[in-house]
């Protein structure tokens, strides 16, 4: 029994458990397990579309920002799969969405600690014994298995975010985003095709089905609420809000402050990449030559207020924000590009007095990641990716993911395993201390 005890178990294997999981493997003195309900690492399937690519430099892989000569840096698995000359000579930074999966696999089949195709369905702080029990369901064959451990760390990422009013109304042609890959042939069947929202994901569906217009022949229709299909900010000193002196600035201010600022940074982190849209818009001024435009829609101030279906069709009422007027079109096939929300997953239901929330309703999250607890104990539960609130818009961004797993692995190991350093950039970040 007592080889069954783990000093941490990780919830959920996406990049950011995964990048715990290989910084940790040279850390003998922490035994770790993780674990993941897919039966296969698979980052975001549905968006893995051919051309797009990841939006942070292929520097910020699972290891490198902790330790660049980690053996699973991404230089290591283009040497292991004898790409390293043709990517020396494709002399880009930012690699395809499709690799940077299939790098994440490669890692994760190496690594003894990562376990795939169980669900954890529950977590259960057992006084006695000082240690959490997580049960686990086997994906396949139905069977349940218990592991006990000192700490935890939730690493179980975002759910799809769908507005109000298409609440329970998910179908073949009305989905997410997430899905769209899975759900080609539906689309190109159609003759109407709307897509909603206006962040990178949307860009990309859109992009996509203007290049197959052409042969299905479909009328495309985007609409957002937000004022306009706009850039990501993407300039040099505005990314070093990306960094852990910013996450430093952050923190320290007041939570209502820190509330207050993050509904103002939507375009820092929320909006299209230039080249996204240049690709679109490059495409759309070569079809509209000769007077051939094609058969395209795109609104910006526009939110959707009603949802009906008529005759296998959709009905979608929309209110302009500007001009206070609504307007109705008809379509066959709606993708919600709605953005993604963090959700307090079911398994930790039983653990949840064991936890302080904000008032309202959050973890409440220390500078090192793990969360403020309602008993006096030696035992963390650490969060990644889930504090937006508290340590800013750096939270889902994989650039930052090898220094929260510092913070995380030197408090774990109550030494310094992978040093940090407190200055990285060349702005400072409010009043020097
Ligand atoms: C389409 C898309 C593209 C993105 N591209 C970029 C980018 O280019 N650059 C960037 O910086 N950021 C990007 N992001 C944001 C980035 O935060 C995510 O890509 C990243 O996947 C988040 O990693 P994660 O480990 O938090 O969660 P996830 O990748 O969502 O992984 C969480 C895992 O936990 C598992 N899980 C959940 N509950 C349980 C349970 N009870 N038991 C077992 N397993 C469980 C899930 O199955 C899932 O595999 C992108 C996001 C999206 C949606």
Same mark, same amino acid.
């Given at each position: 029994?007592?080889?069954?005890?783990?000093?941490?178990?990780?919830?959920?294997?996406?990049?950011?458990?995964?990048?715990?999981?290989?910084?940790?493997?040279?850390?003998?003195?922490?035994?770790?397990?993780?674990?993941?309900?897919?039966?296969?690492?698979?980052?975001?399937?549905?968006?893995?579309?051919?051309?797009?690519?990841?939006?942070?430099?292929?520097?910020?892989?699972?290891?490198?920002?902790?330790?660049?000569?980690?053996?699973?840096?991404?230089?290591?698995?283009?040497?292991?799969?004898?790409?390293?000359?043709?990517?020396?000579?494709?002399?880009?930074?930012?690699?395809?969405?499709?690799?940077?999966?299939?790098?994440?696999?490669?890692?994760?089949?190496?690594?003894?600690?990562?376990?795939?195709?169980?669900?954890?369905?529950?977590?259960?702080?057992?006084?006695?014994?000082?240690?959490?029990?997580?049960?686990?369901?086997?994906?396949?064959?139905?069977?349940?298995?218990?592991?006990?451990?000192?700490?935890?760390?939730?690493?179980?990422?975002?759910?799809?975010?769908?507005?109000?009013?298409?609440?329970?109304?998910?179908?073949?042609?009305?989905?997410?985003?997430?899905?769209?890959?899975?759900?080609?042939?539906?689309?190109?069947?159609?003759?109407?095709?709307?897509?909603?929202?206006?962040?990178?994901?949307?860009?990309?569906?859109? @992009?996509? !089905? /203007?290049? #197959?217009?052409?042969?299905?022949?479909?009328?495309? $229709?985007?609409?957002? %609420? =937000?004022?306009?299909?706009?850039?990501?900010?993407?300039?040099?000193?505005?990314?070093?809000?990306?960094?852990?002196?910013?996450?430093?600035?952050?923190?320290?201010?007041?939570?209502?402050?820190?509330?207050?600022?993050?509904?103002?940074?939507?375009?820092?982190?929320?909006?299209?990449?230039?080249?996204?849209?240049?690709?679109? @818009?490059? !495409? /759309?001024? #070569?079809?509209?030559?000769?007077?051939?435009?094609? $058969?395209?829609?795109? %609104? =910006?101030?526009?939110?959707?207020?009603?949802?009906?279906?008529?005759?296998?069709?959709?009905?979608?009422?929309?209110?302009?924000?500007?001009?206070?007027?609504?307007?109705?079109?008809?379509?066959?096939?709606?993708?919600?590009?709605?953005?993604?929300?963090?959700?307090?997953?079911?398994?930790?239901?039983?653990?949840?007095?064991?936890?302080?929330?904000?008032?309202?309703?959050?973890?409440?999250?220390?500078?090192?990641?793990?969360?403020?607890?309602?008993?006096?104990?030696?035992?963390?539960?650490?969060?990644?990716?889930?504090?937006?609130?508290?340590?800013?818009?750096?939270?889902?961004?994989?650039?930052?993911?090898?220094?929260?797993?510092?913070?995380?692995?030197?408090?774990?190991?109550?030494?310094?395993?992978?040093?940090?350093?407190?200055?990285?950039?060349?702005?400072?970040?409010?009043?020097?201390?």
């Amino acid at each position: 029994m007592q080889d069954r005890v783990y000093d941490l178990i990780g919830v959920g294997i996406g990049p950011f458990n995964l990048g715990l999981a290989a910084l940790l493997e040279p850390v003998t003195k922490i035994k770790s397990l993780f674990i993941e309900q897919k039966t296969k690492f698979q980052w975001h399937p549905g968006l893995l579309i051919e051309g797009s690519s990841i939006q942070v430099p292929f520097l910020a892989d699972l290891v490198t920002m902790a330790e660049p000569s980690n053996k699973f840096s991404f230089l290591s698995y283009l040497k292991a799969k004898s790409r390293l000359y043709q990517f020396y000579f494709w002399e880009e930074f930012h690699i395809p969405r499709r690799e940077y999966n299939h790098y994440c696999q490669w890692v994760a089949e190496q690594l003894s600690s990562c376990c795939f195709g169980q669900q954890v369905e529950s977590i259960n702080w057992q006084e006695e014994s000082q240690l959490f029990a997580v049960k686990t369901q086997d994906i396949k064959n139905n069977t349940s298995l218990t592991y006990d451990c000192k700490n935890l760390v939730l690493g179980v990422g975002s759910v799809p975010q769908i507005p109000a009013c298409f609440q329970n109304m998910k179908s073949e042609s009305l989905f997410h985003s997430a899905e769209f890959l899975d759900r080609r042939e539906i689309l190109r069947q159609s003759k109407s095709v709307t897509v909603i929202g206006s962040g990178q994901s949307a860009a990309e569906i859109f @992009y996509e !089905l /203007l290049q #197959e217009q052409e042969n299905y022949q479909y009328e495309i $229709n985007w609409c957002t %609420r =937000s004022s306009g299909f706009l850039p990501m900010e993407y300039s040099k000193l505005g990314l070093e809000h990306f960094s852990p002196d910013y996450i430093h600035y952050f923190y320290s201010l007041s939570p209502q402050k820190r509330d207050d600022l993050i509904k103002k940074q939507d375009l820092l982190y929320k909006g299209i990449s230039f080249s996204t849209i240049n690709k679109i @818009y490059d !495409l /759309l001024y #070569e079809r509209s030559v000769a007077e051939n435009y094609p $058969n395209i829609k795109l %609104r =910006s101030g526009v939110e959707v207020k009603e949802v009906e279906t008529t005759n296998n069709r959709y009905r979608l009422t929309y209110r302009h924000s500007h001009q206070d007027e609504r307007f109705s079109h008809e379509t066959d096939c709606i993708i919600l590009a709605t953005g993604y929300r963090h959700a307090v997953p079911n398994c930790i239901a039983n653990i949840r007095d064991l936890m302080q929330w904000d008032e309202k309703g959050r973890y409440n999250i220390n500078f090192d990641y793990h969360l403020g607890l309602t008993k006096d104990i030696p035992n963390r539960i650490f969060v990644q990716n889930a504090e937006l609130h508290t340590h800013g818009i750096g939270s889902p961004d994989l650039g930052l993911g090898c220094y929260r797993n510092s913070v995380i692995i030197n408090t774990l190991a109550g030494e310094t395993v992978y040093p940090v350093k407190r200055q990285n950039i060349f702005q400072q970040f409010g009043i020097a201390a």
